[in-house]
């Protein structure tokens, strides 16, 4: 297996980093490699620091105890957008009728301010893309591939030998082990004991 996910993880990581610089109440990332592959159709785009802002817009509303969204996470509030906001993201006037304010985008002093990280996380992006590339070919994406659905497949619990859990899709989890941050030993995927085919 490529180290490419694990360069990947460590670039997500000195990025959030560079935004916990500016906003010290913004929690640790507690597993980059959850954001490999995978879309959020509720974001509205793919992997990149602008992706990652929105995020730590999400990690700043919990370390709050904002509710910056509802409908399982899909609209996005004007709580949300005060948050953004304070990030340095532009938003739409108007929300969207089924995302509300996801789909921010970063102003002017924002990419000035973070200019070098987002240099950096972009040239690992592109990296990691080239060497993931080969592999579409013979590789079974999901339905969500199938059908260009963004929103990244169907998340299952993962779980360490601590007891904590996690949601992912079965695929990110596979490229890479998720490591817990409370004991240290990877996030698995428990077996369904008694899931008889009937």
């Not at 370390?63 to 399982?72: F, L, N, Q």
């Not at 002093?109 to 060497?131: F, G, V």
């Amino acid at each position: 297996m490529s180290t490419t996910p694990t360069v990947l993880a460590a670039e997500l990581a000195q990025a959030w980093a560079d935004i916990q610089r500016h906003h010290p109440e913004l929690p640790d990332l507690a597993a980059p490699e959850s954001l490999i592959g995978e879309s959020s159709s509720a974001c509205g785009h793919e992997l990149s620091f602008e992706r990652l802002l929105h995020e730590a817009v999400h990690g700043i509303a919990a370390a709050r105890g904002i509710r910056d969204t509802s409908r399982a996470g899909r609209y996005h509030n004007r709580r949300f957008l005060a948050i953004a906001e304070e990030l340095g993201l532009d938003h739409p006037e108007e929300p969207h009728p089924s995302s509300g304010f996801s789909l921010v985008t970063l102003n002017p002093e924002a990419k000035r301010r973070y200019r070098p990280t987002i240099e950096r996380l972009q040239r690992a992006l592109k990296a990691h893309s080239a060497a993931t590339a080969g592999d579409t070919a013979r590789s079974f994406r999901g339905p969500a591939a199938r059908h260009g659905s963004s929103g990244g497949g169907v998340r299952v619990k993962a779980v360490c030998d601590c007891g904590r859990n996690v949601r992912v899709v079965p695929s990110v989890l596979a490229q890479a082990p998720i490591m817990c941050g409370g004991c240290g030993k990877p996030f698995r995927i428990p077996e369904v004991v008694g899931a008889g085919v009937g």
